[in-house]
């Protein structure tokens, strides 16, 4: 039986720093109709940083 894509689709999180790091996660579409804002590390500027949602 195939996975259902609608529900989880794949999403890219983008640095909030200017670095141009990204993450490539899924989210669940139901739980977070918005733009999904995480709080990850950045190896380019060594800290946390927020990482947002790009479409």
């Known amino acids: 039986m195939a996975k259902r ?3 989880r689709p794949i999403v890219k999180l983008r ?3 200017g670095t141009g790091f990204t993450y490539v996660t899924r989210k669940n579409r139901r739980n977070d109709p918005d733009r999904l804002v995480m709080r ?3 190896p ?3 800290r946390h940083v927020d990482f947002s949602e790009e479409r």
């Open 5 to 7: 894509n609608d529900v």
């Open 15 to 17: 640095s909030t720093a």
């Open 40 to 42: 990850k590390y950045d």
């Open 44 to 46: 380019k500027v060594r």
